[in-house]
């Protein structure tokens, strides 16, 4: 069984920075892309990064230049580094991965359980 356990939400004053972490836990084969999508009140789920294996990552418009999506292959895990967060940035951030379990010949969307950040004075 495969889950995705996240953490590193919280409160941040504008203009500061917090870091999201991801890891993919149980028996997987593969996994393909790792990203960060988030969902703010009232309006729909967006992609904010994702980085598929062996590729250069992709950002939304709007966080290009401040957040940065990294992996860490050997353990299974993402990171986002939200840098000069602003207002417009809080939502519940979700961890999405592209995982082929272990025994399976193909893979599925898994999706972790969300971690609200919110930015205000």
């Known amino acids: 069984q495969v889950q995705l356990v996240e953490s590193g939400g919280g409160l941040v004053q504008p203009g500061g920075s917090l870091r999201l972490s991801c890891s993919a836990l149980?028996?997987?084969?593969?996994?393909?892309?790792m990203g960060w999508y988030r969902q703010a009140p009232g309006k729909v789920r967006e992609l904010v990064a994702e980085?598929?294996?062996?590729?250069?990552?992709d950002y939304e418009d709007s966080v290009k230049g401040r957040f940065t999506i990294s992996r860490d292959n050997a353990n299974n895990t993402v990171y986002l580094q939200m840098n000069s967060l602003k207002a417009e940035d809080t939502a519940v951030y979700y961890c999405?991965?592209?995982?082929?379990?272990?025994?399976?010949?193909?893979?599925?969307?898994?999706w972790g359980q969300g971690t609200p950040v919110t930015v205000s004075s």
């Open positions: 999405n991965a592209h995982i082929r379990p272990s025994g399976m010949g193909y893979g599925y969307s898994y």
């Open positions: 149980g028996n997987i084969f593969s996994i393909n892309v």
């Open positions: 980085v598929p294996t062996g590729s250069a990552p």
